[in-house]
């Protein structure tokens, strides 16, 4: 199933019910499916969701600070061979 937004979101006997959307080829949102998650289950569920989110966002900002960082190497070590 594949999320890219959130349209309805109820919490019904017990259940957090969240219908998930997804935009098609014609640029119109449509529904992708529903993610049910059982109310005991809802704190861990969703601090792991966001946890996991939290440890991708750190990946993904030291990989663009090292790819940052050897590009200014790179640049550095051509403009030293420039220079002589």
């Given at each position: 199933m594949l999320i890219e937004g959130l349209s309805n979101i109820t919490?019904?006997?017990g259940i957090l019910r969240v219908q998930c959307t997804m935009?098609?080829?014609s640029g119109n949102?449509?529904?992708s499916g529903?993610?049910?998650i059982p109310g005991t289950n809802l704190n861990a569920v969703l601090n792991g969701l966001v946890n996991s989110a939290k440890a991708i966002e750190d990946k993904l900002s030291t990989l663009q600070e090292d790819n940052s960082n050897s590009s200014d190497k790179k640049e550095?070590?051509?403009n030293k061979?420039?220079?002589k």
């Open positions: 919490y019904v006997n935009v098609d080829p949102e449509v529904e529903t993610l049910e550095s070590k051509k061979k420039t220079k």
